[in-house]
């Protein structure tokens, strides 16, 4: 099986690209593949494979082999991929995803994908279960009290579920720590990523995230995208921000004109390869 191994902010990902659909899960194989001493080490293995609904469709699997319904930092890196290794002419395109089709807007240089933006599609604010395009001025945020202590956070959705909690040094919050017991707490039946924000200032948040399925991660597109949501819903920022997260940073924007969120961000190859593990039968 051939791959390509690519990052968004070090957010690292085995990205293969195939004619035919899957036709098993690649639960196993991603599991094999993501580890970072037995295969090629990676958060997340992504394919891009045929769609009828859009120029392309990514199908991403965490490190443990669960499916994510999308994945910001990857969509980036398939929308290169495409462009760079498949077509070489639009520079906006539409990826099918499990959180909906994605519109995506690539910047070239020469022959080379740099930035990249993605309508991030409409974010829902989690808990009462309504679209957040239902104005609401001001969300109180909800307790959660995980192994005695108390936390504070803001449930969105972005297709994939995001848990944001606001903190007062993401520097020194012990995120290893904290991360695995509220991705995995029963209030969130399909686990959760998580994500820590300390506020620098109206336009600016610090992020880290421990994500479900992956662990701690150098960024997470769509849990940036989350935590500007949480951010204006709780009265922190404007709807323009660049968050400055573990491996870069992202412009990310929630439009007030159609409620979607917009990321913008880079996309990097690393190497290609060719998996030999046993069950490389894609
Ligand atoms: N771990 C996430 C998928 C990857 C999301 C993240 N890497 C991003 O860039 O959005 C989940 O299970 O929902």
Redesign the pocket.
Known sequence: MKFTKMH?LG?DFVVVYQKDPLNESPRDLARAVCDRHRGVGA??LVFILPSERADLRMR?F?ADG??????????RCVAKYYYECVSGVKKELTVETGAGIQRVWLDVAGNRVDQVKVDMGVPVLQGEQIPVTIRKDRVVEEPLEVDGRHFAFTAIS?G???VVIFVDDVVSFPVEAWGPKIETHPYFPN???VEFITVRSNRELDMR?W????GQ?M???????ASVVASVLTGRTGRHVIVHLWGGDLEIEWSEQDDHVYMTGPAEVVFEGKWLGSDASF
């Open positions: 968004g957010n958060d997340g991403i965490n669960t499916e994510a319904e999308q994945c910001g930092n990857a969509v972005m994939n579920p995001h686990k959760t990523n995230v994500e479900r399925g992956a991660t960024a997470c597109g769509s849990g940036a995208c």
